[in-house]
């Protein structure tokens, strides 16, 4: 498990996240929600070990995130940030081959890369370079590489943890389901997921889980049920929204406005 306590960030004078706390649990997924501006991304950075402290600590079981190495934390924890870059060219096949550890043979290597192409919809364009792709297909090549990096280290390391900085932005409706369908699969095999998301809809129906955000401070953390009220997404979001439950099926979250054809 990783935990987040009393955790504050800075940029320059200004306070980003003021003594946060939060938790990703093996085999869950957590949503990270809230406005533009919230410090969703901070805080996923803070827990992946990525960002410096101006306050709290970050510990991986009984390690604090500080005392390790880039590499240690790399079999830890696999990162998708929001806006993943390349410094060279590579093929998507190339590309995921990047994140496997040495630790792995050739055979499993090959077996791991083409399994996770396959799930993403991205076997035919294994040998494309990946400058080529439209945006949606590279950012599910880059999705592949970190989950070729998470599952061989859980294989090989034990259970870790998969963090996902706003993973749906760029993707149409199949593909982010289809995303949200991986990140709840590998919480399925015993990784904590931590995904930062904008829509609403979706973290009611994949996440166990939700961290709801507003000017760098958790406003509430809990169940869907629990977080996801009408009342509280009004006051974060600064507008009138409406939740819905209707028998077992997901909630229904959507804006109420005059005018509008609801």
């Known amino acids: 498990m990783i935990q987040g306590r009393d955790i504050s960030r800075t940029y320059g004078r200004k306070t980003i996240l003021h003594n946060v706390d939060a938790e990703v649990r093996f085999g869950t997924v957590v949503a990270l929600c809230g406005p533009n501006g919230a410090g969703k991304s901070t805080l996923l950075s803070a827990l992946a070990g990525d960002a410096k402290l101006a306050g709290g600590r970050v510990t991986y079981g009984a390690a604090f995130s500080d005392d390790l190495t880039a590499k240690e934390l790399a079999k830890k924890r696999a990162v998708l940030e929001q806006t993943p870059s390349l410094s060279a060219r590579f093929s998507v096949d190339e590309l995921v081959r990047l994140s496997v550890p040495l630790d792995l043979s050739p055979a499993e290597t090959d077996g791991l890369v083409s399994a996770v192409l396959a799930q993403l919809g991205l076997g035919a364009f294994a040998h ?32 870790n943890h998969l963090f996902l900085d706003e993973p749906t932005a760029s993707l149409d409706i199949l593909h982010q389901i289809e995303v949200m369908k991986a990140a709840r699969a590998e919480a399925r095999q015993g990784s904590g997921v931590l995904v930062v998301l904008h829509d609403l809809n979706l973290a009611a129906a994949f996440a166990d889980q939700v961290v709801l955000m507003k000017e760098g401070r958790v406003v509430q953390s809990g169940t869907i049920g629990a977080v996801l009220q009408s009342k509280t997404l009004s006051e974060v979001y600064g507008t009138a929204i409406i939740v819905e439950k209707q028998g077992a099926a997901p909630l229904t979250i959507r804006p109420c406005f005059e005018g509008a054809r609801l």
């Open 128 to 159: 494309r370079m990946v400058e080529t792709l439209s945006g949606g297909q590279r950012h599910r090549a880059h999705l592949a590489r970190v989950l070729a990096q998470l599952r061989a280290n859980r294989d090989l390391f034990g259970p």
